[in-house]
């Protein structure tokens, strides 16, 4: 039977991994911590690790994983940024991964988000439950007619545009890859960022993190963007500049900024930390203190539905990692 080391496991993984397990014929031993260079050693004996967005498998983790035994890593996510793939190749190591589990859950949170700061509900929820129903403060804007700039239109970025479609907004669109087809049913159009920028209301991002994509909204993006205009990030936090974007909401430059990613978002996110009562990290806590805008810890992607299909495929990844890479279904890297 191959045994698999989970890590950064919590219950809600757990319990949908178990239910996977018993008909998968793996062994399963999940740990709460993240895996590193300094955990690797707790994979030992392990056919496979299994990781999330947080985990950091660098080449020394890497080398350490295969010192212990393991051939494969499986990635129960899409990103794979935590992974260093050159290395993973040389050391002769799988690397899988759930390439698409639910779109749909990623693209309507960047919705959720983007509703509740124009619409100001989160502060309304409070309000309403001391019976303050003043409305003084919560003035919105409609989403009809306004242009939405969609970066990346892989699986994501697409629902999401077809979404802005659907609430009446015009959409344009970049991706080195355009999806032509696509783009004219929908009436998207592609175009270069930085034609892109002057133009948006909203601007929401929808690509990966890789080398050439860290940081690509900075301080001269920012400057490029329309004075009042929103940010949405449900992608990776490196993509955006912190001190950049901090500044320009100091300037008040921008009207607001939704994240479900943060920058450093390791060893904060999916932790509670309220037993300590302050956040260490400086950059975080002066962005919290602004009131146009609103973070979620990295949960776009938290629904039943993507649950279920990450531990369906990752369960058959795993069962199938000794077979060649035309049964694992485009999920290897
Ligand atoms: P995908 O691979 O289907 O699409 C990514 C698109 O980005 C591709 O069309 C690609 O050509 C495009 N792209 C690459 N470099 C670009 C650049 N420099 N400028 C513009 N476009 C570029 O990926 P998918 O499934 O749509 O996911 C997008 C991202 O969403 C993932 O990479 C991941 O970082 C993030 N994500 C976040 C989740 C969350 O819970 N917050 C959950 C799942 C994914």
Same mark, same amino acid.
């Given at each position: 039977m191959k045994v698999i080391s989970f890590y950064d496991t919590k219950p809600y993984d757990r319990e949908v991994m178990l239910a996977a397990e018993a008909s998968a014929g793996l062994e399963f031993r999940f740990h709460d911590f993240r895996l590193t260079v300094e955990s690797a050693?707790?994979?030992?004996?392990?056919?496979a690790v299994c990781v999330f967005v947080n985990d950091k498998l660098d080449r020394a983790c890497l080398t350490k994983l295969v010192e212990g035994g393991v051939k494969h890593v499986a990635l129960?996510?899409?990103?794979?940024?935590?992974?260093?793939l050159v290395a993973a190749r040389e050391l002769g190591m799988v690397v899988t991964r759930?390439? /698409?589990?639910?779109?749909h859950a990623v693209a309507e949170h960047t919705l959720a988000l983007l509703l509740t700061l124009n619409r100001k509900i989160h502060r309304a929820y409070n309000r309403v439950r001391e019976?303050?129903?003043?409305?003084?403060?919560?003035v919105g804007f409609d989403l009809y007619g306004k242009t939405v700039g969609i970066i990346g239109t892989g699986k994501i970025g697409r629902c999401a545009a077809e979404i802005f479609r659907g609430f009446g907004c015009q959409v344009l669109a970049n991706d080195p890859c355009p999806q032509e087809d696509w783009a004219r049913a929908h009436q998207v159009r592609y175009l270069a960022l930085d034609v892109i920028l002057p133009q948006v209301d909203i601007l929401s991002l929808h690509l990966p993190l890789t080398p050439q994509t860290y940081?690509?909204?900075d301080g001269r993006t920012f400057a490029l963007m329309k004075q009042g205009s929103y940010l949405v990030n449900?992608?990776?936090?490196?993509?955006?500049?912190t001190g950049a974007l901090i500044q320009s909401l100091k300037r008040m430059h921008l009207g607001g900024v939704a994240l479900?990613?943060?920058?450093?978002?390791?060893?904060?996110?999916?932790?509670?930390?309220?037993?300590?009562?302050?956040?260490?990290?400086d950059e975080l806590a002066r962005l919290l203190s602004f009131p146009n805008v609103l973070v979620t810890?990295?949960? /776009?992607?938290?629904?039943n539905e993507a649950l279920h299909e990450i531990a369906r495929v990752t369960t058959e990844n795993l069962s199938r990692s000794?077979?060649?890479?035309?049964?694992?279904k485009g999920t290897v890297l």
């Open positions: 050693a707790t994979a030992a004996g392990s056919d129960r996510c899409a990103g794979f940024n935590q992974v260093d759930v390439p /698409a589990y639910s779109p019976f303050n129903f003043s409305l003084a403060g919560l940081h690509l909204i449900t992608s990776r936090g490196k993509l955006v500049d479900d990613v943060y920058e450093e978002e390791e060893g904060i996110f999916f932790e509670d930390h309220s037993a300590m009562g302050l956040l260490g990290d810890s990295h949960q /776009a992607f938290l629904t000794g077979a060649s890479s035309e049964f694992l």
